[in-house]
C-alpha cells in the first residue's frame, strides 16, 4: 500500500508539473500572440507611415520642379533684363556722358557690335567714334562689374580690337568700364589700368576717376 501511495503521489506530482507547464505554454503562447499583434500594428503603422513619406515625397518633387522652372525662369527674365542694360541705360546717354567728360560728341555710336574673323568673334557692348579726332570709346557693360576678370577680359579685348576692326588703324582706343555700380577698390583697380569707371547715378552717367586717369 504504501508502495502504492507513493506511485500515486507522483503521479499527482507529474500531473501537477504537467499542468503547470501547460498553464505556462498558454500563458507565453497569450503573450506571444499579443507581441505578434503589437509588431502588426507596429508594421501597419510603420507601412502607413511609409506611404505618407512616399506621398510627400513626391509631392516634394513635384513642388520641386515646379519651383526650380520657375526659378530658371526668372533667372532668364533676369539675365534679359540685365542684357537690356546696354539699350535701355548706357547707350542713350553715352554720348552726353562723353561731351561732357571729353568735350566732344560722337559722330558715330554702335551698340552690341558683334565683329567675326577667321573663326573668332568680339563683341563691343558700346562703341562710340569721334572721326575727326581719331578717338575711339569702347565701353564694355557689366552687370556684376566687381568681377576683376571681367577687367582683365575688357583689357584683352582693347588689344583684339585693332585686327578685328582694321579701318580704327591711327584711332586712340579709350576703355570705359561701366556698370550701375561699383565698388571702391574696382574703381582704383580700374584707375591703376588707365581705365574710367563709368556708373549710373541718379538719372545720368557719370566718370567717378576721370580726374584720377587723365592726370
Aim: glycine share 4%; charged share 35%; with cysteine.
Amino acid at each position: 500500500m504504501a508502495a502504492l501511495k507513493e506511485r500515486v503521489d507522483k503521479l499527482e506530482e507529474a500531473l501537477m508539473r504537467l499542468v503547470y507547464i501547460q498553464q505556462k505554454t498558454e500563458i507565453e503562447l497569450q503573450e506571444f500572440k499579443k507581441e505578434m499583434q503589437d509588431f502588426k500594428r507596429e508594421m501597419k503603422d510603420f507601412k502607413d507611415e511609409m506611404k505618407a513619406f512616399k506621398d510627400e515625397m513626391l509631392d516634394f518633387k513635384e513642388w520641386s520642379k515646379k519651383n526650380i522652372e520657375s526659378l530658371n525662369q526668372q533667372w532668364g527674365n533676369l539675365a534679359n533684363r540685365l542684357g537690356t542694360l546696354v539699350e535701355d541705360i548706357f547707350a542713350p546717354s553715352i554720348g552726353q556722358a562723353i561731351e561732357k567728360y571729353f568735350g566732344v560728341f560722337p559722330d558715330v555710336i554702335d551698340t552690341k557690335k558683334l565683329v567675326r574673323k577667321e573663326g573668332k568673334s568680339l563683341e563691343i557692348d558700346i562703341l562710340a567714334l569721334c572721326e575727326k579726332e581719331k578717338v575711339a570709346y569702347v565701353v564694355e557693360v557689366k552687370a556684376n562689374p566687381d568681377r576683376k576678370e571681367y577687367i582683365d577680359d575688357f583689357l584683352k579685348k582693347l588689344k583684339e580690337i585693332p585686327s578685328f576692326l582694321p579701318y580704327l588703324e591711327g584711332y586712340v582706343l579709350q576703355g570705359i568700364y561701366a556698370g550701375l555700380n561699383m565698388k571702391e577698390e574696382t574703381v582704383k583697380l580700374l584707375t591703376r589700368k588707365k581705365l574710367y569707371a563709368m556708373v549710373f547715378r541718379g538719372d545720368i552717367l557719370e566718370i567717378v576717376n576721370f580726374e584720377d586717369v587723365r592726370k
